[in-house]
């Protein structure tokens, strides 16, 4: 895979990572404003767009596992680490969200 392929889809996972952390930080002002069901929503939002980073992170996982040779460069690691901890900031959130319906209700 050339190099400039290779960015276009590390730059793609960001994007979506990124999206989805906006909504998430989104759904923590929410949380705080006991809009729960808002916040819910926002991170509903926040799922799809990191289902789309995975997507394309597992059409690259596919094409290495047919043979193809890709050379991993600083920005796909970036995007790789962009996405992970924006996934594990998601299950967090979704955790602080019953804690904040426990505790206000």
Do not use: P
Not at 3 to 13: G, H, M, N, R
Not at 19 to 31: G, N, V, Y
Not at 68 to 88: F, G, N, R, Y
């Amino acid at each position: 895979m050339d190099t400039e392929k290779l960015q276009e889809i590390a730059f793609e996972i960001i994007l979506y990572s990124g999206d989805a952390r906006t909504l998430i930080h989104e759904a923590f002002q929410l949380m705080r404003e006991n809009a729960f069901d808002d916040a819910l929503a926002k991170l509903d939002k926040a799922n799809e767009s990191l289902m789309k980073a995975h997507k394309t992170q597992t059409g690259l996982l596919q094409e290495f596992a047919g043979g193809k040779t890709i050379t991993v460069e600083i920005i796909m690691v970036h995007a790789q680490d962009h996405l992970m901890t924006t996934m594990s900031l998601r299950e967090v959130a979704v955790e602080m969200l019953a804690l904040y319906q426990r505790v206000t209700t």
